[in-house]
């Protein structure tokens, strides 16, 4: 994801949030950025997000959706919501799973912004770059990636996802044999003969 101009992504378009539309609108605006959101994690290949500018409200909340998130500089995040009285309960759920608890919380209670270095100190962003490297540095994470089996890649990302929600013993168990189903594929035999055979491996995927 990447944006045109001084902002990366703001909040809603507060019109479409006024008492001028009903309960049903409303409801169909949080549950269409919901289902956005979501999606981000089940496609099956990386999502990257190139921040140049402000990130706010539901644009931070993009950003902390993202599998890999590459910044300038200059960029900034908040979550101002309770400055005009709408708390950003659903950035929230994707800060507080990116964020130390604090920091989230100091976030959507204050509505003050991070700078690009403290997003990077908590592990909002990936990696923080010059303006002018934005464009390099990210295309040589997506060409780095791109390298890569996209079956085994599609089976990694979904096996992290997965195993987040779990409890210690659950997850070892869960991945263990994602690890076993993974030599099955014939891209985790491809690439253990490559490295043994001292080649580059040739993906079918």
């Known amino acids: 994801f990447a944006a045109e101009g001084p902002v990366f992504c703001s909040r809603n378009d507060l019109k479409e949030l006024s008492s001028e539309e009903d309960v049903k609108h409303h409801s169909q605006v949080f549950e269409i950025r919901a289902e956005v959101m979501t999606l ?3 496609l099956p290949v990386p999502v990257i997000a190139k921040v140049n500018g402000l990130a706010t409200a539901a644009g931070c909340q993009l950003v902390a959706s993202c599998d890999i998130a590459v910044a300038s500089e200059k960029s900034q995040f908040a979550t101002p919501g309770v400055n005009i ?10 800060l507080g799973r990116s964020l130390p608890r604090k920091v989230a919380l100091e976030m959507l209670f204050t509505g003050e912004p991070l700078s690009a270095q403290e997003a990077l100190m908590h592990g ?16 040589k994470i997506s060409h780095k990636i791109l390298e890569s089996s996209k079956s085994i890649l599609a089976l990694g990302k979904a096996t992290f996802y997965r195993q987040m929600t779990q409890d210690l013993d659950t997850a070892y168990k869960m991945t263990t044999q994602v690890m076993v189903d993974n030599l099955t594929l014939r891209d985790g035999q491809e690439g253990i003969e490559a490295f043994i055979q001292k080649r580059k491996p040739v993906w079918s995927h």
């Open 40 to 42: 981000i994690q089940k």
């Open 124 to 139: 909002l962003v990936s990696k923080v770059v010059p303006e002018d490297k934005l464009e390099e540095e990210t295309m």
């Open 85 to 94: 009285g709408l708390f950003c309960s659903t950035p929230a759920v994707a």
